[in-house]
């Protein structure tokens, strides 16, 4: 089992910035790959951005490239989200998620469908006010 804290949430204004933190615990040896999702009102969770724990490559959603950075920290087991830039339709409850398949390993392969990861945070949540 794998555990996903996620931290950072919180209100800013249009054009601020928020750093998410997802902390790992448990089995983390076995997660390959981490990445953030996000669901606002009324709508399906989306994929945000992902990164591979072992040579950290990274992919983003269309809506956040540029905007926002995903990080990792191997020695803490922790995951960050820099969004810079914030938008109202950014406004979320955002999520952390693991993957533990091996075909993430060497990261030439990106999960960004819900039901390719395996653990899940339990969200926080992100208002960008306008």
């Known amino acids: 089992q794998v555990q996903l804290v996620e931290s950072g949430g919180g209100l800013v204004q249009a054009g601020g910035s928020l750093r998410l933190s997802c902390a790992a615990s448990g089995r983390t040896f076995s997660s390959n790959a981490m990445g953030w999702f996000r669901q606002a009102p009324g709508n399906e969770r989306e994929f945000v951005s992902t990164?591979?724990?072992?040579?950290?490559?990274?992919y983003y959603a269309d809506s956040v490239k540029g905007r926002f950075t995903i990080s990792r920290d191997n020695a803490k087991n922790t995951v960050y989200l820099q969004m810079n830039s914030l938008k109202p339709e950014d406004t979320a409850v955002y999520y952390c998620a693991a993957a533990n398949s091996l075909k993430y390993y060497s990261g030439s392969a990106y999960p960004r469908r819900e039901y390719e990861y395996d653990y899940w945070g339990q969200g926080t949540q992100v208002t960008v006010s306008s």
């Open positions: 990164i591979t724990w072992r040579t950290g490559r990274t």
